[in-house]
């Protein structure tokens, strides 16, 4: 049977790993909440201060995951864990900065041009993992468990074991990002559409 | 079996599949110089479409793609709803909208062909267009869909530019993939279309075969290539495994080739450890420029008119060997029969993808 091992939700405001909150923003703090993350969740990997907004979410969300569930990824040989995220605004928050970058008299900016892809999150999780699995980003109106389901169950019959999908919106104003690791094994959340609206939902339940 | 066909290039080369055979053919390419196009007003070569102007260049490229595709399908299929669209692009239409780059363009074209599915879009860099076809095959063979329509396009935009600019990764000529005095990528825009399917009979004109691939990330830097083409060897390792194809079945590869410095040497690495490097192989960069998230489908589809016509299309803007690793490029058109081909991509994020085609 397909399960759902493990999720992690980032909100506005909070930040939850397997359902459970994990740590509340302070708005009093002048670090931005993926920093306060970080921070807050003794994260070492200097790189994560160079990434966009997008690559700062799927790293979190991806080590909270490690973090909460040991173990979960060395089940695998390094090209066994699939990576599919998507999300409604592809890269646009990092689009706008480098269009600032040029449009107001400076020059682009190549650091911010390298994030202006959708999919870099991708490559920075499997960089940081030395993942060599198959990666794939959609962009969709709304998060549709259809669409993890269809491909995932696509991957796991050829040749992927796992598949680490991701639903990531953090725009300036918005933060719901939903990270979820699906695997084969007897017991545990079945993967289907009916838990993962539920679990991608979790974080508003509380 | 997977069936590929009715497939449609627009390009500046032509506004179909047939127009852009006769100039590849011809060895015509799409590029030129563009006055003050650059960053700094420099003149820039570019490859771009000769009448693509104002609003909705994207939206206008993919339904005109579209639209030249049904005429060479059952188009009763596009309403079915065990039909979809998938779209790959990197940029869509940023131009129209930075903010929300698909949206419009996919509910356009779902009311204009009265579709049942709103299109999919896949972005994930330059391997967009390999991907999706891959993407396509994968549903046609769990049938999840009876029939995978996809369009992979790209428009030129000053913000691509001036990005790949500030890399210093724009060539000062038309870009020279593989050559010794290649010096970066000349930006293209384009749309190519084809459909997928199970059911033979939908296709006007015979299909070819797709032999669906797979991906595999690098895991090495975001914007750099692999040192050792780790990434594209695994890829092209296990698609060749995945349908039992030796290397001795490859009759031609359709590499990537972007003509920077580091990827073309990436990709030299690459097929060499895959015992591949003595296959003929070329670039189609030189034709079309980098189309980005089109160039995977638009190349995938010139490899099944090379096909047709049992031709090969020799490497545009290449002169003297300029990889570590040998190569068998292609200096001259010329007849060869082709029953199956390698595609292969390579893009930022560390990603590679590949897919072969074969013959009927």
Request: hydrophobic share 40%.
């Amino acid at each position: 049977m397909k399960v759902i091992m493990a999720y992690c939700n980032l909100r506005a405001d909070e930040c939850l790993v397997n359902g459970k909150v994990v740590m509340r923003r302070d708005a009093g703090s002048e670090d931005s909440w993926f920093k306060q993350i970080y921070k807050q969740q003794e994260l070492v990997y200097p790189k994560f201060y160079k990434m966009d907004v997008l690559s700062q979410a799927g790293y979190l969300a991806s080590e909270l995951i490690k973090r909460a569930n040991p173990g979960i990824m060395e089940a695998y040989a390094d090209d066994e864990i699939a990576l599919v995220f998507a999300n409604a605004s592809s890269s646009a928050e990092t689009d706008r900065r480098f269009v600032q970058s040029y449009a107001g008299g400076g020059s682009p900016s190549p650091s911010l041009f390298v994030y202006t892809l959708p999919n870099i999150v991708l490559g920075e999780i499997a960089i940081l993992n030395k993942w060599y699995g198959e990666n794939m980003f959609a962009v969709l109106p709304k998060f549709a468990p259809g669409f993890y389901l269809d491909y995932s169950e696509i991957l796991l019959a050829s040749g992927s074991r796992a598949v680490l999908c991701g639903w990531l919106e953090a725009t300036a104003g918005r933060t719901d990002v939903f990270l979820f690791m699906v695997e084969e094994q007897e017991n545990g959340t079945e993967f289907n559409a009916e838990n993962l609206l539920h679990l991608s939902r979790t974080a508003a339940a509380f | 079996m997977i069936y590929i066909g009715a497939e449609v290039i627009v390009s500046p080369l032509g506004d179909n599949a047939e127009d852009n055979w006769q100039a590849l053919s011809e060895n015509r390419s799409g590029i030129a110089l563009v006055p003050a196009a650059g960053f700094n007003k420099e003149d820039i070569h570019l490859a771009k479409i000769t009448g693509l102007s104002g609003h909705l260049r994207f939206q206008q490229l993919v339904i005109k793609a579209l639209a030249s595709l049904e005429e060479r399908i059952d188009a009763s299929i596009l309403a079915s709803d065990r039909t979809i669209v998938l779209i790959s692009s990197t940029k869509g239409a940023l131009d129209d909208n930075l903010h929300d780059q698909f949206s419009e363009t996919c509910t356009s074209v779902m009311q204009q062909f009265n579709l049942s599915h709103l299109p999919i879009v896949i972005s994930n860099a330059c391997i967009s267009g390999v991907l999706a076809l891959n993407v396509a095959g994968s549903m046609v063979e769990t049938r999840q869909y009876e029939h995978v329509i996809v369009i992979g396009c790209d428009v030129a935009s000053d913000f691509v530019l001036y990005g790949f600019q500030s890399l210093f990764a724009v060539s000062d000529k038309p870009c020279a993939p593989f050559d010794a005095a290649r010096n970066g990528i000349t930006l293209g825009e384009g749309c190519g279309a084809a459909l997928i399917s199970a059911t033979k009979s939908v296709f006007k004109n015979p299909p070819l075969e797709l032999l669906t691939g797979t991906s595999a990330n690098d895991a090495n830097h975001i914007s750099g290539p692999s040192r050792t083409g780790e990434g594209l060897v695994r890829s092209v390792h296990r698609t060749m495994e995945k349908h039992g194809t030796g290397a001795e079945e490859i009759d031609f590869i359709c590499a990537h080739g972007t003509g920077t410095v580091f990827n073309d040497e990436m990709e030299a690495i690459a097929f060499n450890r895959l015992s591949l490097a003595d296959k003929p192989l070329n670039s189609l960069k030189g034709y079309f420029g980098h189309t980005l998230g089109a160039a995977g489908a638009i190349e995938t589809i010139v490899c099944m008119q090379m096909m047709r016509n049992n031709m090969l299309i020799k490497s545009l803007g290449y002169c003297d060997a300029g990889t570590s690793q040998p190569l068998n490029i292609i200096l001259e058109n010329g007849p060869k029969k082709l029953r199956t081909i390698l595609k292969t991509a390579s893009g930022f994020g560390g990603g590679n993808a590949s897919l072969m085609i074969r013959n009927l």
